[in-house]
C-alpha cells in the first residue's frame, strides 16, 4: 500500500485479471471485521464438517442425547 493509502498492484497481479478475464477488487483495508466475519465463516465450516462423527446404536439412542 502506497503511503497515501492506495492499493499498489505488483506486476503479476496486474496482468492476471486479462489474462483469466478477472475484475479485481480490493477488500476495504483496515477493516477487521471483514476478516473476522470469513475467518468465523471458516472455522463454522470446519466445526461441521470435520468435527467428531455423533456414534448410536439406533437413531433413537441418537436423538436422546
Given at each position: 500500500?502506497?503511503?497515501d493509502g492506495a492499493q ?42 470435520m468435527g467428531p ?13
Amino acid at each position: 500500500m502506497a503511503k497515501d493509502g492506495a492499493q499498489l498492484r505488483t506486476y503479476m497481479f496486474a496482468h492476471l485479471p486479462s489474462r483469466y478475464l478477472l475484475d479485481d477488487h480490493f477488500d476495504r483495508l483496515g477493516k477487521g471485521n471483514d476478516r473476522g466475519r470469513a475467518e468465523g465463516l471458516v472455522s463454522d465450516v470446519r466445526r461441521k464438517l470435520m468435527g467428531p462423527l455423533a456414534v448410536a446404536d439406533s437413531f433413537d439412542a441418537l436423538n436422546a442425547g
